[in-house]
């Protein structure tokens, strides 16, 4: 990845939900959640949220590569509140993704566990000794044109969980610059959407849902 480029897309703020306590933003495929190291890489959701809700805190994250629905807190208490929720696993995410290859089974879980690949991070990768519990269920949606759609129910949250997950079942994500190969790889993004999220509202602790359309 060294010759890596970062080139976000020059694109509105999709926001999906606003009120006084949260804020449900669609993030583009090619951002960065948070400010990577460097002037270079400053433009992100987060600032970019920031400019129009100068209190907006950070809950979670997703890949710069991915699209989707992101919670952000606009008080303290909320940021709170939510990242209890992400911690005890009470929300509830969804992916669409489309993979390299047809997938025979209907569902499965892949029982995996994960940890950083030092000589090559930011990858991750399989060990059974260091590595943290990671799960993920998943349905297929259908076969097209020899890939396949899936939906990926993540029940832990590691660091590339789903991309790792996918590979070692021999099926990569299409379009991931660090776990497909080939012609796998040769797609204009990675095809992973963050395409629900189910929370409590943190005032009040109604359940709500919300889902961006998959843009792939």
């Known amino acids: 990845m060294t010759d890596f480029v970062y080139a976000p897309p020059d694109t509105p703020l999709d926001i999906l939900h606003e009120d006084a306590s949260i804020i449900l933003v669609n993030k583009p495929a090619g951002l960065l959640s948070v400010p990577g190291r460097g002037e270079h890489l400053a433009d992100c959701l987060m600032s970019r949220l920031q400019g129009a809700f100068p209190e907006a805190l950070l809950v979670h994250r ?10 952000f807190a606009r008080t ?9 929720q992400f911690e005890r696993r009470h929300m509830k995410k969804v992916y669409h993704a489309r993979l390299w290859g047809e997938v025979q089974d ?42 396949t759609r899936i939906r990926l129910f993540p029940l832990t949250g590691r660091s590339h969980q789903l991309r790792v997950h996918m590979k070692e079942i021999g099926h990569p994500i299409l379009g991931d610059p660090f776990y497909a190969e080939g012609p796998a790889r040769d797609f204009p993004r990675l095809m992973l959407h ?7 509202h943190p005032d009040g602790g109604m359940g709500m849902s919300f889902s961006a359309k998959v843009p792939f």
Do not use: Y
Request: aromatic fraction near 4%; proline fraction near 7%; hydrophobic fraction near 35%.
């Open 106 to 147: 209907k569902t499965g879980t892949v029982d995996l566990p994960l940890i950083v690949d030092w000589p090559n991070r930011p990858k991750q990768h399989v060990d059974f000794e260091n590595g943290k519990p990671a799960k993920t269920d998943w349905r297929v949606v259908r076969h097209e044109a020899g890939t």
């Open 194 to 200: 963050a395409e629900s999220l189910k929370l409590r």
């Open 62 to 71: 997703l890949d710069m590569d991915t699209s989707g629905v992101m919670v």
């Open 76 to 84: 303290p208490a909320a940021q709170r509140h939510l990242g209890l």
